[in-house]
């Protein structure tokens, strides 16, 4: 079974609407969780990571106001996409892995489609 | 800095033949881990194969075994007895050991299982 959980699958909104995605680590704790956007035929790019309790790291011109990052306890994450334009449109897909198991693979959600009109 | 290298974007194999998937890496880290995942055209990512880079033995898991090559910094993944539903992209990826970083992917091999 899964054990990431990622909510909402897919949605569909129009321009100027903020959306929230969740990611959830089902029977670990995560101190740390990984947020990725993937374009059509592309590979998963990095965009943040998120850190129990403290600021997320965000990549090389990805726009933290832009992309809000809350990690508000060990198996949860959200990303906020705020104000979101056409050019938001994406795969979004979350990762985690337990917490100390660094030779563990990553764990990764089911990923959110999010298409803005 | 590290890096995963996927040389080949597409590739048509007939069902029932043995794969292989192509993977350099660099990395100035000394110990780390290479992955393997599915994606199927649904977007999931399918967790197949992990490789340490102390591990003395390529690592095995079903129809999936990675052919690691420490000095040639090789990670490349073997399907064997392909089977339709391989088709899908498949990421080669890797992460520091001993510390709990991003994990950097490649830019995938998109495969196609023919009938």
């Known amino acids: 079974g899964a054990v990431v959980s990622q909510h909402p699958s897919r949605v569909i909104c129009k321009s100027g609407t903020s959306v929230k995605i969740e990611c959830r680590s089902l029977?670990?704790?995560?101190?740390?969780m990984f947020w990725y956007r993937q374009f059509p035929k592309k590979s998963l790019m990095l965009m943040a990571t998120?850190?129990?309790?403290?600021?997320?790291?965000?990549e090389q011109g990805v726009e933290k106001d832009k992309f809000l990052i809350n990690h508000a306890s060990l198996t949860l994450s959200t990303l906020t996409v705020t104000s979101a334009h056409p050019e938001d449109s994406s795969f979004y897909i979350c990762?985690?892995?337990?917490?100390?198991?660094?030779?563990?693979?990553?764990?990764f959600g089911d990923g959110t489609r999010l298409s803005i009109l | 800095a590290q890096k995963i290298t996927q040389t080949q974007p597409g590739m048509f194999v007939q069902e029932k033949e043995a794969v292989t998937l192509d993977c350099t890496y660099d990395?100035?880290?000394?110990?780390?881990?290479l992955f393997w995942y599915k994606q199927p055209s649904s977007g999931e990512m399918i967790f197949l194969i992990y490789?340490?880079?102390?591990?003395?033995q390529n690592a095995t898991e079903g129809r999936y075994s990675l052919n690691f090559q420490k000095a040639r910094k090789s990670a490349n993944l073997v399907i064997s007895a392909s089977q339709l539903g391989d088709s899908a992209m498949y990421f080669c990826?890797?992460?520091?050991?001993?510390?709990?970083?991003?994990?950097?992917f490649g830019k995938g091999t998109r495969l196609h299982i023919l009938p």
């Open positions: 990762s985690a892995r337990a917490r100390g198991r660094t030779n563990q693979p990553q764990h």
């Open positions: 029977d670990f704790q995560a101190t740390t």
């Open positions: 998120s850190n129990e309790g403290s600021k997320a790291t965000y």
């Open positions: 990395t100035s880290d000394p110990s780390y881990g």
């Open positions: 490789q340490g880079s102390y591990d003395q």
């Open positions: 990826a890797m992460s520091p050991m001993n510390r709990d970083d991003k994990i950097i």
